[in-house]
């Protein structure tokens, strides 16, 4: 599951009784070691759906961790692309990446849930980072991205299709929300991060009441279940007038 490059059984457990921010912090310099980093086969397959949705002037990774999403953004961005993260250790990581060709970058620490941007980006996209926000927090998150895009502006995200009840995936995420929650009712301060609380029909309507219209878009690279549903999806919310 991890490289050896990657973080040892004592670093996680001290990282997992950790706040996120601290969490994070801490994990920092080996987190592109573990497969909590966004896989490039994802960051691939959402640049080339967004190609023809652009190109882009200036866009925003949200929670960008070690900075991932920003070469994402640097491929459909002329102008200017930002990567805002509330954890300063991921963001020393972040500033020492080589620089993508193409527009400027900057990184900017904040929390998602109060930006210190005016409507100023034409795409805010985001990677493996909404398990962090308990249901509640998604109206005041959405209205916070919808707050720093201009009008017409669009904010894009993957979605995997969740495991079928009963498989081994299935259990996997039930088993880790369900350690999570433990910790959290034991343990203080919380680290908030569910796998489970994200579901595709409460984003549509959270992003419909924010002031978005979402598409979904199948991600061919990825195939199809048994069913024929895609197994990952890219959510593409513009933002109304």
């Known amino acids: 599951m991890f490289s050896p490059e990657g973080p040892t059984l004592r670093e996680l457990a001290v ?14 310099p080996k987190f592109d070691h573990t ?15 967004l190609v023809p949705m652009g190109p882009f002037g200036t866009g925003l990774d949200l929670c960008c961790g070690t900075g991932a999403g920003v070469d994402v953004l640097a491929r459909v961005c002329r102008e200017r692309v930002t990567g805002v993260d509330f954890s300063a250790g991921m963001l020393e990581v972040a500033r020492r990446r080589p620089a993508p060709p193409g527009p400027e970058v900057s990184w900017v620490r904040a929390d998602a849930r109060a930006l210190p941007f005016g409507a100023e980006f034409d795409l805010v996209v985001s990677f493996g980072a909404f398990g962090h926000f308990l249901p509640r927090e998604l109206p005041g998150l959405f209205g916070q991205v919808r707050s720093v895009l201009r009008p017409g502006g669009r904010f894009a995200f993957p979605v995997a299709a969740p495991p079928r009840p009963g498989s081994p995936g299935y ?16 343990w203080r301060p919380p680290f908030v991060m569910y796998y489970r609380t994200f579901r595709l029909g409460d984003v549509g309507r959270e992003l419909a009441r924010a002031g ?7 991600l061919p690279e990825f195939g199809r279940r048994p069913d024929g549903s895609p197994r990952v999806r890219l959510v593409t919310a513009r933002r109304t007038a």
């Open 171 to 186: 259990w996997t995420l039930l088993g880790f929300d369900a350690a999570m929650r433990v910790r959290n009712a034991l």
């Open 15 to 28: 990282q997992a009784l950790s706040s996120v921010e601290h969490g994070y912090d801490l994990l920092a």
């Open 35 to 49: 497969p909590y980093r966004t896989p490039d086969r994802v960051l691939d397959a959402v640049a080339s759906a």
């Open 212 to 218: 978005f219209r979402a598409q979904l878009h199948a």
